[in-house]
């Protein structure tokens, strides 16, 4: 594998469970992301790991909860979602110097709807 | 803060016509800027890239951006229009400070090419 892999492509899920997304960055970098991409509405970051520890949270609803356990795997754990969070789901990942990072890689998503 | 701008939310060009797709950034540090192209359900991919140096920057597919400190932008220009350029395209500068690890994107210009 090369690059920045993410797993499951497509997921399908009721209101009522419990799922998570995977995302794995082949190329040794430190600092990982997670954006949401809805239809007709600007990229949103919704959490930076850097070092593995998380240095962002935009804000994002608690039925969203990361985990970075190594700097190369990223998860982003789902319950209890609603019907406005189906959207496309990216992860990317980049070098980070001190506060200073430089072009991201991005996965290919996982098209999530929510049922 | 950052900021970018990318002007023209659609943009229409014939097969074999110049592309050209406008990109204005804000910036309170030496930005750093990029070009990212989406095509339909997939992840971005990294076009090209600014930080320093040589102001023309050449990037896949034979695209290319100009850095123009004094107009603050970086347009992205294709001499002739391929039917595989239709995609979105998205213009970022990275943060600054506390926010340095991340990138703030604009909204993303729609490319379509007409036959």
């Known amino acids: 594998e090369t690059g920045v892999t993410q797993t499951p492509r497509h997921l399908v899920m009721g209101m009522t469970n419990k799922k998570s997304l995977k995302c794995e960055q082949h190329l040794g970098h430190n600092a990982m992301y997670w954006y949401k991409q809805s239809a007709k509405k600007p990229l949103e970051l919704m959490f930076v790991y850097s070092l593995e520890e998380r240095v962002e949270n935009n804000s994002v609803p608690s039925r969203f909860s990361p985990e970075c356990p190594n700097s190369s795997h990223l998860f982003l754990h789902l319950h209890t979602l609603q019907p406005e969070d189906s959207a496309l789901y990216l992860c990317?990942?980049?070098?980070?110097?001190?506060?200073?990072?430089?072009?991201?890689?991005f996965g290919p998503g996982t098209r999530l709807t929510v049922t | 803060a950052q900021s970018v701008t990318q002007l023209g939310s659609h943009v229409s060009v014939s097969e074999g016509a110049l592309v050209l797709l406008r990109c204005n950034y804000s910036?309170?540090?030496?930005?750093?800027l990029f070009w990212y192209v989406q095509y339909p359900n997939q992840g971005l991919q990294l076009l090209l890239k600014y930080t320093t140096g040589a102001t023309l920057v050449k990037g896949i597919n034979g695209f290319e951006a100009e850095f123009k400190k004094s107009e603050t932008s970086f347009h992205l220009t294709k001499p002739s229009a391929h039917m595989s350029d239709a995609a979105e395209y998205f213009c970022?500068?990275?943060?600054?400070?506390?926010?340095?690890?991340?990138?703030?994107f604009g909204a993303g210009t729609i490319l379509r090419v007409k036959s």
């Open positions: 990317a990942s980049s070098q980070v110097h001190g506060l200073t990072a430089y072009e991201q890689y």
């Open positions: 970022a500068v990275r943060g600054s400070g506390e926010y340095g690890n991340k990138l703030v």
């Open positions: 910036s309170s540090v030496p930005p750093y």
